[in-house]
């Protein structure tokens, strides 16, 4: 059997990938943001709340970064109804990526010398004053490749919302594919779809790692 390439198939197909794109490109956007935001929370926490306290939400921690993605998805879309799918996929994209920003964080932190800490407690600085202006530029600085590393790993998980019956950008094709019995273009643009938008991203990451290196 052959499967032949029609170029007007593919031309049917793009609009309606590049409107899963759209949804595909949202959650993503926000969900980094959560899981930036959330991530830097938690590796600050962790460092600073009583030590009971701190294992507990380590606990925590380890327990959604071993937990499947999927499973994490089906599980929260199932328990909170009230919200749309889309809002539950950025939601627990964010909170699972953010478990692996933290660890990021904190290894950016803890490479902060111990005598920027020091010189910030001789000059009496305030807690907040001292994460703020002494800690946390130089630790975000260490750690903006990585996070954009995880940025474009979030990017290619966002299929698992099919799960939870998001129509991002896979899921797009497939119900074309469905519906005209030929899944050889629209798979194939997503792939591509894929590459395109990740690529330049990478060659990002890997210039902001040369500009940021020591």
Known sequence: MTVDWSWQRAWEALPVLLDGFKITLLATVLGFVLAAALGLVVAIARRTLPRPFAMVLGGVVEFIRLTPLVVQLLFVYYMLPQFSALQIG?????IHYSTYMAEVYRAGIEAVPVGQWEAA?????????????????????????????????????????FTITVVEMVTAAQQFGARNFQYLEPLTLAGLIFLIASYPTSLLIRRLERRLAY
């Open 121 to 161: 407690r001789a000059l009496s600085l305030p807690n907040t004053r001292t994460w703020r202006a002494v800690i946390l530029p130089q630790a975000v600085r260490r750690v903006v490749p990585a996070l954009g590393n995880y940025a474009v790993s979030m990017f290619k998980d966002t299929p698992f919302l």
């Open 90 to 94: 950025i939601a627990v994209l964010g």
